[in-house]
C-alpha cells in the first residue's frame, strides 16, 4: 500500500524555521517526482516546491523562493521542505505529494499544519 506520512509542522514564530519530512512506504521511490504543496483556510491548494527524481532539479513559486530549500534522500525514502524566515501568511496545511515517472500514479500525505504566528 503507497502511502506518504509528513511530519514537521507545529506552531512557529515570525523569521523561525521548521522542516517538514515526508517519508514513503509501499512505492519505488526513486521513480517519482516529489512536491510540497499548501492549502491555506479558503485558498485553493497550490504547489510550493518541487523536486525531480533524482534531486537534481526544483522548482519553487515565486513566495517562497529564496526561504524554502526543497531536498530528497532516495536512500532513506523521504523529501524534506526547510523553511525559513517564515511568515503569517505561510500558515497552511502543507502535502506531500509524489507523481511516478511514466505511469503518472499521484500519492498524497494526510498534511501537516503550519502556523505562523507570534
Known amino acids: 500500500q503507497v502511502q506518504l506520512v509528513e511530519s514537521g509542522g507545529g506552531l512557529v514564530q515570525p523569521g523561525g524555521s521548521l522542516r517538514l519530512s515526508c517519508g514513503a512506504y509501499?512505492?519505488?521511490?526513486?521513480?517519482?517526482?516529489m512536491g510540497w504543496y499548501r492549502q491555506a483556510p479558503g485558498k485553493e491548494r497550490e504547489l510550493v516546491a518541487g523536486?525531480?527524481?533524482?534531486?537534481?532539479?526544483?522548482n519553487y513559486t515565486d513566495s517562497v523562493k529564496g526561504r524554502f530549500t526543497i531536498s530528497r534522500d532516495n536512500a532513506k525514502n523521504t523529501v524534506y521542505l526547510q523553511m525559513n524566515s517564515l511568515k503569517p501568511e505561510d500558515t497552511a496545511v502543507y502535502f506531500c505529494?509524489?507523481?511516478?515517472?511514466?505511469?503518472?500514479?499521484?500519492?498524497w500525505g494526510q498534511g501537516t499544519q503550519v502556523i505562523v504566528s507570534s
Open positions: 505529494n509524489g507523481v511516478r515517472a511514466f505511469t503518472k500514479a499521484e500519492a
Open positions: 523536486i525531480s527524481s533524482t534531486g537534481i532539479s526544483t
Open positions: 509501499g512505492l519505488t521511490f526513486s521513480y517519482y517526482r
